[in-house]
């Protein structure tokens, strides 16, 4: 069993840990937040003082944190990761950040000796609580084959995009991807329940036809038709809506440097960056069925 520093403990870090610790490994975590921490030493694991005093001794560092300005005060500040993780460690960064921000907290890492990969993840809450993440890797063909066991323990899938900063853009794509369906799917719900269709009826017809999509199979976002999701429990937890905002930012940015044309991209960002700016960016992104349907959201 491997030693591992998890730092970040929010919506998607806490049960990532939580998977590592059952696994039977020695896990280290911290947090700026005690109550995290604490959940987390009532399953087994230590707790330390700081990321610094976190990732002495370990062989993995894992780290899941809401944006790139986070990452780099992590591995970049003063008295950071970097200057206190033994050189023989292995450096994961599951957030989900700018490309070149990776780059640069990888070339960083190189520098120190210190091999490091970008690994951003697919699936939400509900797949870091089964274990069922897909991971999508950036980085040293070398250095995520020996991340890839840990990864493992954590999600279904492993993937390697290229190298450092690929992952990222894998993901970027593919949370674009995302917002879009999302939106289409809850248009589609919104436009036959005011026709008077049940919406689980109409999720059964559309899952069963050409219009079947991800959101239907395993996060409908209207409320009462799937359970276990956001939306059945008044959209809290998840994905929420100011991170899908910031991701669609991200990929913009990305279609402007290589003038790409991405228009559905640019609409879902609008859609969701006015959505959180009605005071519901702590809600999951499924809410934006509500936002649509011109609903107040309690």
Not at 157 to 184: D, E, H, S
Request: with cysteine.
């Amino acid at each position: 069993m491997a030693k591992i520093a998890f730092i970040g403990l929010g919506n998607m870090g806490s049960p990532m840990a939580g998977n590592l610790i059952k696994a039977g490994h020695e896990v280290t975590v911290y947090d700026l937040v005690p109550e995290a921490v604490s959940k987390l030493t009532d399953a087994g694991a230590n707790a330390a003082g700081s990321a610094a005093e976190a990732v002495k001794g370990v062989e993995y560092v894992v780290s899941m944190l809401p944006a790139g300005r986070h990452v780099q005060d992590l591995y970049l500040g003063d008295g950071g990761v970097l200057e206190a993780v033994d050189s023989s460690a292995t450096v994961i960064d599951c957030s989900t950040i700018a490309a070149e921000e990776a780059r640069a907290v990888n070339a960083a890492a190189a520098e120190r000796g210190v091999a490091m990969i970008d690994a951003p993840v697919s699936g939400g809450v509900g797949g870091a609580e089964k274990a069922t993440l897909t991971f999508i890797c950036g980085g040293d063909e070398a250095a995520v084959d020996h991340a890839r066991p840990i990864l493992e323990v954590m999600g279904k899938a492993v993937f390697r995009a290229g190298p450092a900063g690929a992952g990222q853009v894998g993901k970027m794509c593919n949370n674009m991807l995302l917002a879009i369906q999302m939106i289409g799917t809850s248009e589609a719900l919104n436009l036959g329940t005011a026709y008077g269709l049940d919406p689980e009826a109409l999720s059964e017809i559309m899952k069963a036809s050409s219009g079947n999509n991800w959101a239907l199979q395993v996060y409908n976002p209207y409320p009462g038709v799937m359970d276990g999701v956001p939306a059945s429990r008044g959209y809290q937890g998840g994905f929420l809506v100011d991170l899908m905002t910031k991701d669609l930012g991200l990929a913009m940015n990305m279609s402007l440097e290589k003038g790409t044309a991405t228009p559905l991209g640019a609409a879902a960002r609008n859609l969701y960056r006015l959505h959180g700016a009605a005071g519901h960016g702590g809600l999951d992104f499924s809410s934006i069925l509500q936002f649509l349907a011109g609903n107040d959201i309690e």
